[in-house]
């Protein structure tokens, strides 16, 4: 059974900083590309960053220069790293993984930026 398990979400006030992350189980992890989405209120699912088998990164634009994707295949783990967060970046932030025509879910981690 696969899983994907974000954690590291919360309260933060703006200009602060969180670390998600999300362990994955059940996927041979470094087959897989990477990634974190996110959902506001209203809004659909966007990509905010994206991390290759080979560790190529890409960025939504509005998160370049504030947040860093990385990835731990040992620990079968996706990190995202955001600094300056904003309010516009709440929302709900969801793990994926990809590789071929799989591709797999978390359940999401709340991010709220607000004073």
């Known amino acids: 059974q696969v899983q994907l398990v974000e954690s590291g979400g919360g309260l933060v006030q703006p200009g602060g900083s969180l670390r998600l992350s999300c362990v994955a189980s059940?996927?041979?992890?470094?087959?897989?590309?990477m990634g974190w989405y996110r959902q506001a209120p209203g809004n659909q699912r966007e990509l905010v960053a994206r991390?290759?088998?080979?560790?190529?990164?890409n960025y939504e634009d509005s998160v370049k220069g504030r947040f860093t994707i990385s990835r731990d295949n040992a620990e079968n783990t996706v990190y995202l790293q955001m600094n300056s967060l904003k309010p516009e970046d709440t929302a709900v932030y969801f793990c994926?993984?990809?590789?071929?025509?799989?591709?797999?879910w978390g359940r999401g981690t709340q991010v709220t930026v607000s004073s």
């Open positions: 059940g996927i041979i992890f470094r087959f897989y590309a």
């Open positions: 991390i290759t088998t080979s560790g190529s990164t």
């Open positions: 994926y993984a990809a590789y071929s025509s799989r591709q797999y």
